[in-house]
């Protein structure tokens, strides 16, 4: 007991367990022709003699009774490390994310506005050449009042046209 309890300290197992030494005879067959199962998985068994020329040996067979706590406690860091590793995949997923909505959100804005800035512009710009264009008329020269209205008009869009501009 001593000896595998210094063994098992010496490989930082400090766990409690429980052992077995059994002769048993190595490659015996049941009546189905097959080899008999020597161990349970959940025991640890090794072979004390393996080079006997007797086919008896010796079985030592470790059961531990916390062996499953055992493994988590030295899982823990690589369990914690790899837990904040995916938060902050998450973290930074889930910001950019963010950032790419917000930037096609103002792609947006910006595409609307100058719509809207270029419809804006272009009526009293419209307007303005549609009065000049009339000015050319020989007609509209003589007439006196209406020269007045498509001046009127011509002035009218430029303040707009300025606003529009002063706006901006």
């Not at 272009?122 to 264009?133: D, H, L, Q």
């Amino acid at each position: 007991d001593s000896l595998i309890r210094n063994e098992l300290l010496s490989q930082g197992i400090d766990l409690p367990y429980t052992y077995k030494l059994n002769v048993v005879a190595l490659g015996v067959k049941d009546l189905s022709g097959k080899e008999k199962k020597l161990v349970d998985r959940s025991v640890y068994a090794v072979i004390l003699f393996p080079g006997e020329l007797v086919r008896e040996s010796g079985l030592l067979t470790l059961n531990f009774s916390n062996k499953t706590g055992f493994l988590m406690r030295g899982m823990n860091v690589i369990l914690i490390s790899s837990a904040g590793l995916l938060l902050t995949l998450i973290s930074c997923f889930a910001y950019t994310m963010i950032i790419i909505l917000r930037q096609k959100k103002l792609s947006q804005m910006k595409t609307d506005f100058i719509n809207n800035m270029t419809h804006e512009f272009k009526t009293p710009v419209s307007t303005i050449m549609i009065a000049s264009e009339a000015l050319k008329d020989p007609g509209i020269v003589k007439d006196k009042k209406r020269l007045g209205r498509l001046a009127e008009i011509i002035y009218d869009e430029n303040a707009r046209l300025g606003s529009h501009i002063e706006r901006v």
